[in-house]
């Protein structure tokens, strides 16, 4: 089993749609979580960093974490053909080793 | 413009043939790693450096090294490269303070025949 599961799509939706995107992981002991975009051929970019249970918002994206169900989401309102990419969930299971899900792959049809 | 850099882009190398990818970061971050990213397996950790001289064994080590004789370099070296080290690599770094995110560098495509 892995330690971070994330359905890795592909999801395809029109443009204007709101998308959901999800994690789940293991170890309770996981923290700092975060949420990178990787456009084809690029290296991921942070988008969202979230350390606390809750919702963290940032324009048209919002984070959310849920610690007691092990469980995290990334919303991305009013979606841009531009937010086609791959998104990554990645959290530490310690300080310095960060591990990630699978990435789902997102396409936003015009 | 903060950066993490890597070269070569794109490789493509024989079975056995020593080779060596360089990084570079110029934002003076002690914290350096290097990842695999794969198909299905997403990005796994090969090796992670908190500062010059120290360097640790990520996830997926074998088959690889690397050294940290500067701040801003970390070099991963393949001395035998294998076919199942044909993957996309990708460099990272950040400060050491815990929880930082990291930023990564373009990627290099290293396919080994």
């Known amino acids: 089993q892995k330690e971070v599961e994330q359905d890795p799509g592909p999801l395809s939706v029109p443009e204007g749609a709101i998308v959901s995107l999800n994690c789940t992981y293991s170890?309770?002991?996981?923290?700092?979580f975060m949420w990178y975009r990787q456009y084809s051929r690029k290296g991921p970019e942070l988008l969202m960093y979230?350390?606390?249970?809750g919702n963290k918002e940032d324009g048209r994206f919002t984070a959310q974490v849920d610690k007691s169900s092990k469980y995290i989401s990334l919303f991305i309102r009013d979606s841009q053909p531009s937010d086609s990419a791959t998104y990554l969930c990645?959290?530490?299971?310690?300080?310095?080793?960060?591990?990630f899900g699978q990435g789902t792959r997102l396409t936003i049809n015009p | 413009e903060a950066q993490v850099t890597q070269n070569p882009r794109y490789l493509i190398t024989v079975t056995g043939k020593k080779l060596t990818v360089t990084c570079s970061q110029n934002?003076?971050?002690?914290?350096m790693s290097w990842y695999r990213q794969d198909p299905g397996l997403g990005l796994r950790q090969i090796y992670y450096?908190?500062?010059?001289?120290?360097?640790d064994k990520g996830d997926v080590p074998e088959g690889y090294k690397v050294s940290r004789k500067e701040k801003r370099n970390f070099p991963l070296i393949l001395e035998s490269p294998s076919p199942n080290q044909t993957s996309l690599y990708f460099c990272?770094?950040?400060?050491?303070?815990?929880?930082?995110?990291?930023?990564f560098g373009p990627g290099t495509r290293l396919l080994v025949l």
């Open positions: 990645a959290m530490f299971r310690t300080p310095q080793k960060l591990v």
């Open positions: 979230t350390y606390s249970s």
């Open positions: 934002m003076n971050h002690e914290y």
């Open positions: 170890n309770s002991a996981f923290q700092y």
């Open positions: 450096s908190m500062n010059v001289e120290v360097t």
């Open positions: 990272a770094s950040s400060s050491p303070l815990a929880g930082e995110p990291q930023y």
